[in-house]
């Protein structure tokens, strides 16, 4: 169980550090992919249910972008606390049947979350298109090898 803790924790450091030293260098008109909140929000998809775990990531995930932003320690922990907890709703409220994770209702949830979270700290939308083209990489990713069930 804890294990999948520390390979979380692994995970984030390496796509934090990609995110700022690797892809800062392949910028699409001046944007680069959020890949700390694309994981975030695709493991929050994917993930346990309980509200430890939303935590647990937005702690994770919040540290990791300020850490390696000019902002506040701690304010994007709260902002995606809060943007998780809505995002959880949403995903309970849009279930559909068999198919618990839709890729449709994955990338609403996503393009709203990440609209939301620009909006908290009034970034701008030019890295919206690649934070989707990652997220939807690591949603069929996930599918693909079958990792959801190491998630629950």
């Known amino acids: 169980m804890w294990v999948i803790f520390l390979v979380e924790i692994a ?7 990609l995110q700022n030293s690797f ?6 008109a001046g944007a680069t992919p959020n890949l700390i909140l694309a994981l975030f929000l695709t493991l929050l998809f994917f993930g346990k249910k309980n509200n430890f775990y939303l935590f647990f990531l937005a702690v994770l995930a919040g540290i990791f972008l300020d850490i390696f932003s ?8 709260i902002i995606l606390f809060a943007v998780g907890f809505l995002a959880k709703k949403a995903q309970i409220s849009l279930k559909e049947g068999e198919d618990n994770y839709s890729f449709l209702f994955f990338i609403l949830i996503f393009v709203v979350a990440q609209v939301l979270y620009n909006l908290a700290l009034q970034h701008s939308f030019n890295g919206l298109v690649w934070s989707v083209l990652c997220a939807s990489f ?3 990713l996930i599918k693909k090898f079958k990792l959801e069930k190491f998630l629950k």
């Open 11 to 17: 995970v984030f450091y390496l796509l934090a550090l």
């Open 23 to 28: 892809f800062i260098h392949f910028s699409l």
């Open 70 to 77: 000019a902002g506040y320690l701690g304010v994007s922990i």
């Open 138 to 140: 690591l949603f069929f």
